[in-house]
């Protein structure tokens, strides 16, 4: 069966601290995905990795940056945490993106405070 | 620009009637995937159906049925002899191919049912 997990359902940081959060994938997905999901925004595309090593920026990067150094796992980093990044974080997968009705797996999402 | 909207923020249904999610799509390609998904209290975003810009039969999978309006840009969710079970965050989501990676979310309609 198909999964995507995350490293932490729940977190609480302080401003300033560097953040961690992690996603791993065993579908041997080439594509990995990190959203930040707030009410009435939906899902917004922080970062794309579509191979080890490789990234792309999203929608909205600032702030965040990405570590991909096996095809399986995908970090998140937030270097110095601010309120603003109070949010919902997805992670997700993909196979190969040229065919439209790839649908995009989903690790539980991490809820993430910053005081 | 590629965009989803989704205009109802929460709906209610009674247990057993069946329900229509509405969203609409902006696209100028000629080829891309539309999906719906799920999204419990717990988190996780559930896949629930696709539908292809190519394909001339409505989706369906179960209880989901899949409304597309090509010329309209609609692709609307029915969900038919609606459960408890149902009561969730729903998200249109669109994905256009080739060339990108990028899957469109709109900000989602919270559906609550009703014993």
């Known amino acids: 069966d198909v999964k995507v997990t995350q490293s932490s359902r729940y977190l609480v940081k302080r401003t300033g601290e560097k953040v961690f959060l992690e996603c791993v994938q065993d579908m041997d997905h080439e594509n990995m995905f990190w959203y930040r999901q707030d009410p009435g925004l939906g899902l917004r595309l922080i970062y794309f990795?579509?191979?080890?090593?490789?990234?792309e920026k999203g929608d909205i990067p600032e702030g965040y940056s990405v570590s991909r150094e096996k095809k399986e796992r995908f970090s998140l980093i937030l270097e110095s945490a601010s309120t603003n990044q109070t949010s919902m974080y997805l992670c997700?997968?993909?196979?190969?993106?040229?065919?439209?009705?790839?649908?995009?797996?989903f690790g539980p999402g991490t809820r993430l405070t910053v005081l | 620009a590629q965009k989803i909207t989704q205009t109802q923020p929460g709906m209610f249904v009674q247990e057993k009637e069946a329900v229509t999610l509405d969203c609409t799509y902006d696209t100028s390609d000629q080829s891309y995937g539309l999906f719906w998904y799920k999204q419990p209290s717990s988190g996780e975003m559930i896949f629930l159906i696709y539908?292809?810009?190519?394909?001339?039969q409505n989706a369906t999978e179960g209880r989901y049925s899949l409304n597309f309006q090509k010329a309209r840009k609609s692709a609307n969710l029915v969900i038919s002899a609606s459960q408890l079970g149902d009561s969730a965050m729903y998200f249109c989501?669109?994905?256009?191919?080739?060339?990108?990676?990028?899957?469109?979310f709109g900000t989602g309609t919270r559906l609550k049912v009703l014993a």
């Open positions: 539908q292809g810009s190519y394909d001339e």
């Open positions: 989501a669109m994905r256009e191919v080739p060339g990108t990676y990028k899957y469109i």
């Open positions: 990795s579509y191979d080890v090593k490789m990234k």
């Open positions: 997700a997968s993909t196979s190969l993106w040229e065919y439209e009705g790839d649908t995009q797996y």
